[in-house]
């Protein structure tokens, strides 16, 4: 995979490279304090980049404009929304991760209770895993 910027260049980068070699991950920082994944993992086209929200359905103009300038046209993907509005960036890194290990977060549910637990035992340990999933689809 490539990706991971450092998101406090994305207003100043150029596009991201991607000449079809290898699909590309990054976190984005949107909305002034809002976390989301924007995937080329799916796209199943060069120049368009997947967008995963775990709290918003519609992408806004300025992540649009960033979304644009760093990979390409971007589509928003329906995922599993988060409860609540504080753990956006603790969803997008468990999306992101679970793009690097080939699940789909379209159908992905995280156990969003574990979830912190689970990001402190990765960093402790040095190896990212995939996030714990729920026991049963809610619904």
């Not at 709290?55 to 409860?83: C, H, N, W, Y």
């Not at 690097?100 to 979830?115: E, G, I, R, W, Y």
């Amino acid at each position: 995979m490539k990706g991971l910027q450092s998101t406090l260049m994305q207003y100043k980068s150029p596009k991201a490279s991607n000449n079809g070699s290898a699909p590309q991950v990054q976190v984005i920082h949107c909305r002034g304090d809002h976390w989301i994944v924007a995937s080329t993992v799916h796209s199943g086209s060069l120049g368009n980049v997947q967008i995963y929200d775990s709290l918003f359905d519609t992408i806004d103009g300025q992540t649009v404009d960033v979304v644009s300038r760093l990979f390409g046209i971007p589509e928003m993907i329906t995922i599993p929304k988060q409860a609540g509005v504080k753990d956006c960036g603790v969803y997008a890194l468990a999306n992101l991760t679970a793009l690097c290990f080939k699940m789909d977060p379209a159908v992905t549910h995280f156990n969003q209770d574990l979830m912190r637990l689970h990001l402190v035992q990765c960093m402790e340990s040095g190896a990212c895993m995939p996030f714990p999933l729920v026991e049963e689809i809610p619904g």
